[in-house]
Structure formats: C-alpha cells, structure tokens
C-alpha cells in the first residue's frame, strides 16, 4: 500500500544503462535524457566527491590533472565501479524525476546483457536501489531491442534481432513474448575503437585517443571495403618513434582493413544463433529477416556483411541508438500487458 502511495507521486522511467550512454524514457514524455555513461570524480585527501556527469565529464576523458579522475563506470554493458554507477545513475534519475514530493520514489525498469551473470545483474539492480528508486524491474537487452524495433515478439511468429551496443553485441530469436535462444558477446562500440587504435598503431607508429578513435568510425568507419572511392580523413597523434605530435590520412579501405577481426565476430555469433533456433521459427527468420538495432548498426556496410554471410534479409530499425530505451519505455507505459517479460534478480 506504501509503494502504491509513494508511485502517485512519482514519475516512473526506464533507463537504457549502456556502456557508452544512458537514455532515460519517461512514459508520455519519450526519452527525456541520453547523455555518455562517463563520471569525473574530484580526489581530495582520499576522499573522491563527484565533480562532473555525462557530457561534461565525457569531454574530461584523458585530459584531466591528477585530481580529478574521469571514466566510465560501465564495461562490456555490466557494472565495473559499483559506487561510480551508483552516483552517475542517482545524478540522471534526479535530472530527469520531477520531485513534487521529497519522498517521491519511481518504479524503474533497466537493461541488462543477456550473457550477464547472476551477480552483474544483481549489482545493477542494487544499484539503480541504491540510487532512490522504490521497485527496480530488468529486462534483457534483446527483448527490449525487438519492442522498440516494432516487431511482433508477443505473437506465435519468430523475429530476430541484432543489438550492437557500446560493450556488447546481443543476438536474440523471440517469440510469444520470451526470448526463444541469445547469445551475447564482449564486442561492441569500444572494440571497434581498440581495433582501430591498435591498426594504427601498429601500421603508422602513431598513438592516438579513444575520442580520435570514435570520430573516425563514425565519419569513415565502414565494415567492408568500398564501392566507390574511398573518402579519408586527416588524424593526429604522438609519434611512437621520435614522440612528437604527428598528423597522418586515413582511407575507409584502411579502416575496413581493422575493423575485419571484430566485424568477423558479430558474424560469427549471429550464425551460431541461427544455427540454435527452432526450424519452425528459422522459416519465419527467412520471411521477417534480421532487424539491426543499437549504435553499432550505424557502422555503414555492416548490414551489406551480415546480408552476405547469412543470405537473409537485414534491415537496420528506425531510430536504432534509442531501439533498447524506447522498448522499454514501451513495457513501463504497458505495464500489466507486457510484465511477463520483465524480471527481478534474488
């Protein structure tokens, strides 16, 4: 009855906590916040006091005095510094919660990786608690990902769905509201980064940041070489031999050339998936295709690869960076509907 009193004065949401950002969707409003998944802490006589959150703390990264300490307190999509993500997820459930009441408590729903342990979605969980809310509800990325892709997984038809995010790639067969067989890998977004940092460094002698990194997937990332000519774009970075700053050009074939490791991966782990699913929901597969949600689907060719390999149709869902918020936006807004798909870890 306390909790029924307290939800009337709360603005329940559902958080997509991902590697890279967080987005926040609160029903009637859409998605209300999505800002990197990144702290600063201010150190001071051993004791670290939080000083910058998302954005602001993002243009931090590897550029901070000895004091301060920014980083991202999510990796491969679980929990790796419990008290950072305690205090980066109180800070964005404050923005977004409009308190009318100080004791305002919100019924929160939040993302997990489907290859997640018990104990990685335990201390999720346990954190999203411990930063105010009053019921905490999980639901696994690929079911989130296929309700925001729009497709129909509480019917007795198969849908597939491949989310590639910041820490993981989730590849998930659905039907009748249940994830039929998944499978999850640590490769995602920031894979894509090391394998870029590490090609460079090790073809061009040239060091540079993860930032360089990301702004040369997305102006020139591609997974497979391209048609036409290649565009190329201009870096900078430390010299590993002489150790001065030094500016080089990059192609997209270069690019394509790095990313072939990772790219082979996603590949591989989505031909496990269908190799595991039910014949009944294989021929559904066939008819419906793949659906590519997450950041990761934005890497240009990437659904031309899978295309290829798999000989299925693919098609990247509309919106795909919001596709796990807006999904679970969905089941927070359809509550006694959808709940079957949600669950709590003991």
């Known amino acids: 009855m ?36 990144v702290i600063a802490l201010l150190q001071h006589r051993g ?31 679980v929990i790796a510094d419990f008290k950072g993500a305690e205090e980066m997820i109180k800070y964005f459930i404050n923005v977004v919660h409009d308190r009318k009441f100080f004791f305002a408590r919100p019924r929160i729903i939040v993302c997990v990786p489907s290859g997640s342990t018990a104990v990685e979605r335990r201390a999720i969980q346990d954190a999203v608690e411990s930063a105010g809310a009053r019921d905490v509800y999980l639901i696994e990325e690929p079911m989130a990902a296929a309700i925001g892709a729009n497709l129909p ?33 640590r490769i995602g977004g920031d894979a894509i980064d090391d394998a870029i940092i590490a090609y460079i460094r090790r073809y061009h002698n040239l060091l540079i940041g993860e930032a360089t990194a990301e702004r040369i997937k997305k102006e020139i990332g591609t997974a497979c070489l391209p048609d036409s000519t290649p565009r190329s774009i201009e ?22 050339e790095s990313l072939e490791e990772p790219v082979k991966q996603i590949v ?26 997450g950041g990761g689907a934005l890497l240009r060719n990437l659904d ?18 919001a596709c796990v918020a807006v999904g679970t936006g969905k089941v927070l807004e359809n509550f006694e509907e959808l709940k079957h798909v949600l669950f709590k870890q003991d």
Do not use: C, H, W
């Not at 009337?8 to 967080?22: E, P, V, Y």
């Not at 591989?268 to 929901?281: F, H, T």
């Open 2 to 37: 306390l909790s029924k009193i307290l939800g009337l004065f709360s603005s329940d949401m559902a958080i997509d906590l991902g590697t890279a950002n967080t987005l926040v969707y609160v029903p009637k409003k859409g998605i209300v916040l999505n800002e990197p998944s």
């Open 47 to 77: 004791v670290s006091t939080p000083y910058a959150f998302g954005t602001q703390a993002k243009m931090m990264l590897g550029k901070t005095p000895a004091e301060i300490y920014a980083f991202r307190p999510l990796k491969d999509g």
């Open 235 to 256: 870096i900078k970075g430390r010299d590993l031999v002489n150790g001065i700053p030094k500016e080089i050009v990059m192609t997209e074939s270069n690019i394509a």
């Open 268 to 293: 591989q782990v989505i031909k496990l998936v269908l190799e595991s699913a039910p014949p009944e929901l294989s021929s559904d597969i066939v008819d419906r295709g793949i659906a590519m949600t």
């Open 304 to 321: 031309k690869v899978i295309r290829e390999a798999t000989g299925l149709p693919v098609f990247i869902a509309e919106d795909p960076l």
């Open 153 to 185: 997984v509480t019917e007795p038809t198969g849908s597939m769905v491949v989310d590639i995010g910041g820490g993981t790639t989730e590849v998930g067969v659905l039907s009748l509201g249940g994830v039929v067989y998944s499978k999850s890998i």
